[in-house]
């Protein structure tokens, strides 16, 4: 199947700070990629969906202004958690789909952010 | 709308123990059908598909068939592994809306 990357595995950072995570589609191109969160043994909640070229669509009561995606190119988008603090601490999951509908998701490796 | 109602778990096996995980959804016209796994501190792996009503899908020993009628598309395994431990996620996609149910923690005990 596709492969999707996510980088960093983990990450510490203080509080205050930012932390960038990059997902990237290796091997197809992604017109449209999701960002989630998952706290302890909870499922997944939809952050936001990245499309390339534009401006990323938010799910109600997620902060576009401390939550900013960017969507450079078809392989790659980027989750920028800006000013930190110890409740953003939490596992962040990318996915992406190849464009056509009714087709599975392939998801990054995941990122655990913890924020002292 | 669209969305996914899975058994609540957390579930726990003897290994060689039959497996079901119950899974319905809601949803308007045709949507493919996914189950998940996500093993401890990783992303979710697609583990087998339905793209249409009677299909079967099958990986690793796990069967799940698309019920139209019952609108159900439950997850079985025959005898399970320790190995098979991790949580399971029951998935919709209907038009480019993707739903995830809420995930059944799998513990298989030697």
């Known amino acids: 199947g596709a492969v999707v990357s996510q980088h960093p595995s983990w990450v510490i950072c203080k509080s205050g700070t930012s932390v960038k995570i990059e997902c990237r589609s290796l091997?197809?191109?992604?017109?449209?990629m999701f960002w989630y969160r998952q706290f302890p043994k909870q499922s997944l909640m939809l952050m936001a969906t990245s499309n390339e070229g534009s401006k990323a669509t938010y799910e109600q009561g997620v902060e576009k202004d401390k939550f900013l995606i960017n969507h450079a190119s078809l392989t790659l988008s980027t989750l920028t958690v800006t000013s930190a603090h110890p409740e953003d601490s939490s596992f962040y999951i990318c996915s992406a789909r190849q464009g056509q509908m009714n087709t599975e998701a392939f998801f990054g490796q995941g990122t655990r952010l913890t924020v002292v | 709308g669209n969305s996914v109602t899975q058994m609540e778990g957390p579930v726990t096996l003897s290994e060689e123990a039959f497996l079901t995980i119950n899974c319905t959804y809601t949803?308007?016209?045709?949507?493919?059908l996914f189950w998940y796994v996500q093993y401890p501190g990783e992303g979710l792996q697609l583990l087998l598909k339905a793209t249409k009503a009677d299909d079967k899908g099958s990986n690793k020993g796990f069967e799940a068939t698309y019920r139209k009628e019952t609108t159900s598309f439950h997850l079985e395994k025959g005898s399970v592994q320790v190995s098979d431990s991790a949580v399971y996620f029951c998935?919709?996609?209907?038009?480019?809306?993707?739903?995830f149910g809420a995930g059944t923690r799998l513990t298989v005990k030697p």
């Open positions: 998935a919709l996609n209907n038009n480019n809306d993707m739903r």
């Open positions: 091997d197809f191109q992604a017109t449209t």
């Open positions: 949803a308007t016209g045709y949507p493919s």
